[in-house]
């Protein structure tokens, strides 16, 4: 392996510098070194940047023989909550084997999942969504959970701040949905908290795989909406985009034994949360944007 910027991806360094600006930009500059320290650290060799690699740094290497996954991010809250949000997950077996990490410094190591093909590739929409579904699972609320992982009200936050006029009119109907969810939530479960199409894996061995999981302490419910608004962008770009969520609604109705109306809510809300976090990046807003109205008018019922 190099020392020089050949493992810095245009993808990665775009991605990273909007997201953190010039946290990012620092960060990116220190990280070939981290690589390399890393690399003779744990005896990683033929080590390889995955292309897909966006907001985080990801390589594929052997360690000792064996494949692995190196993933390195920006080591701020979000970054140490996942990071805490994997070790609780490793409870359940369909989640990626964590292997050793260090959440201060900003990376871990997991299995490298095998050919790891996403949901998102799956040609037949409702059959994906059973697979979701069959992964769909979650571990009761600890009283540390509190420690590690944001409070609905912080992951919300963005709703109640000040939006641009685009937003505004969908921002103004979603904010008394959302304080009513608050209010009513058990919260009594960890989620995943961000189980779209992209994070959930195929594993030639052990079959789906989840990865990258947020952590959110909430009921079920909130769980289906980064299922509903995904996968992005092609699903926010479908001519027939109302006949196919009405399709997975119905689906999701058949073998729901949650509270359909809240999931309903909860992918309202979400789907404006999403718009609201793309601001700087307009065309990404509209996409979100465009969900939330086909969510809010779609003629579904709960019974």
């Not at 997950?89 to 990626?96: E, G, I, N, R, S």
């Not at 799956?122 to 579904?133: C, E, G, I």
Request: aromatic residues 10%.
């Amino acid at each position: 392996m190099s020392n020089d910027h050949s493992f810095l991806s245009e993808a990665l360094i775009d991605a990273v510098t909007s997201q953190w600006g010039e946290t990012g930009r620092v960060w990116l500059t220190q990280l070939p070194q981290q690589i390399q320290h890393l690399a003779q650290q744990l005896g990683l060799s033929e080590l390889q940047l995955d292309p897909r690699s966006r907001l985080h740094w990801l390589g594929h290497a052997l360690m000792k023989g064996k494949a692995i996954t190196l993933k390195l991010g920006v080591p701020d809250p979000d970054w140490r909550q996942e990071y805490h949000a994997l070790l609780r997950f490793q409870d359940l077996p369909q989640t990626v084997r964590l292997l050793t990490g260090e959440p201060t410094a900003g990376w871990y190591i997991m299995e490298h999942i095998i050919p790891g093909t996403p949901l998102s590739e799956l040609s037949d929409d409702l059959w994906a969504l059973q697979l979701w579904r069959k992964n769909l699972t979650f571990l009761p609320a600890q009283t540390h959970d509190q420690d590690f992982f944001v409070s609905l009200e912080a992951w919300t936050a963005e709703l109640y701040e000040p939006v641009s006029d685009c937003l505004a009119t969908e921002v103004d109907q979603v904010r008394n949905i959302c304080s009513e969810l608050l209010k009513t939530e058990e919260r009594n479960y960890l989620l995943h908290g961000d189980l779209h199409h992209h994070n959930l894996l195929y594993s030639q061995q052990h079959g789906w795989k989840l990865i990258d999981p947020k952590g959110v302490v909430d009921s079920p419910e909130f769980e289906f909406g980064a299922m509903l608004r995904n996968p992005y962008p092609r699903w926010n770009q479908a001519a027939d985009l109302d006949l196919q969520l009405l399709k997975r609604f119905e689906m999701i109705k058949q073998h729901c034994e949650f509270d359909f109306d809240r999931v309903k809510k909860w992918a309202y809300v979400q789907a404006v949360l999403a718009a609201c976090w793309s601001k700087t990046q307009p065309p990404a807003a509209q996409l979100w944007l465009r969900l939330a109205k086909v969510l809010a008018t779609l003629n579904v019922d709960s019974e």
